[in-house]
């Protein structure tokens, strides 16, 4: 299910239109989809903690956001593909994974102008 969502990033507010996953979704994630199709995807947790990832099966770049439970952004990562475990350094609710493909160009290029992300 895709919906608007917003995250506050240096008391900024920043709309991105995700899928929000259930347990399959959390499973899978980005694996096995074409880049140009590939949404982004919201995680949440019940609880706060730190979250371990991987990207295999996954043939494209994408950012990672860790986010509080006020979608305050505490961490933003660029997961290359392939990689074995990708963790967050502190405890978050929720994940962002952010593709880069054409749909999210206009973000990731907002995101770069304003330093957050290189």
Do not use: W
Request: aromatic residues 12%; glycine residues 6%.
């Amino acid at each position: 299910m895709k919906q608007k969502f917003y995250v506050l990033l240096n008391k900024k507010k920043i709309g991105i239109e995700a899928e929000i996953c259930g347990l399959f979704g959390k499973f899978r994630g980005l694996m096995f989809r074409k880049k140009e199709n590939a949404p982004a995807l919201l995680f949440e947790f019940k609880k706060a903690k730190k979250i371990k990832l991987h990207s295999i099966f996954v043939f494209f770049d994408f950012y990672m956001l860790t986010l509080d439970g006020k979608n305050n952004v505490i961490e933003i990562k660029k997961v290359a593909p392939f990689r074995i475990s990708i963790s967050s350094r502190k405890k978050n609710r929720k994940i962002l994974e952010i593709p880069l493909n054409k749909r999210y160009a206009g973000l990731i290029s907002r995101l770069k102008k304003k330093n957050f992300i290189t």
